[in-house]
């Protein structure tokens, strides 16, 4: 059974940093598509950054130059790390793994597996 596990989540101030960490478990990262997306109060989830079956990475455009996605497959745990932080980055954030390559890797619908999701508030 896959399990994915958010830890990180927290308050910080406008300019701050995060760490966001997804563990995995009962899943293998090598040949998947994994990401991250965030949901903020009345707002639809997003897709902020994914990391492709190659290794590659993509970002939403609000995001691109303040985060990066990173894995570590000898601890199988996929990262978000944040900075310079918004309030509008304010959400609750959750990883995804999908269990074959993606297409659309910022595309929520492809995903298999979710975590619970983990929040973040962002004040100015």
């Known amino acids: 059974q896959v399990q994915l596990v958010e830890s990180g989540g927290g308050s910080v101030q406008s300019g701050g940093s995060l760490r966001l960490s997804c563990a995995a478990s009962?899943?293998?990262?090598?040949?998947?598509?994994m990401g991250w997306f965030r949901q903020a109060p009345g707002k639809e989830r997003e897709g902020v950054a994914a990391?492709?079956?190659?290794?590659?990475?993509q970002y939403a455009d609000s995001v691109k130059g303040r985060f990066t996605i990173s894995q570590d497959n000898a601890k199988n745990t996929l990262y978000l790390q944040m900075k310079s932080l918004k309030p509008e980055d304010t959400a609750i954030y959750s990883c995804?793994?999908?269990?074959?390559?993606?297409?659309?890797?910022?595309?929520?619908?492809?995903?298999?597996?979710w975590g619970q999701g983990t929040q973040v508030t962002v004040s100015s």
């Open positions: 995804a793994a999908r269990n074959r390559g993606c297409l659309f890797p910022l595309s929520d619908w492809q995903y298999h597996y």
């Open positions: 009962g899943y293998h990262f090598s040949g998947s598509c």
């Open positions: 990391m492709t079956a190659d290794g590659s990475q």
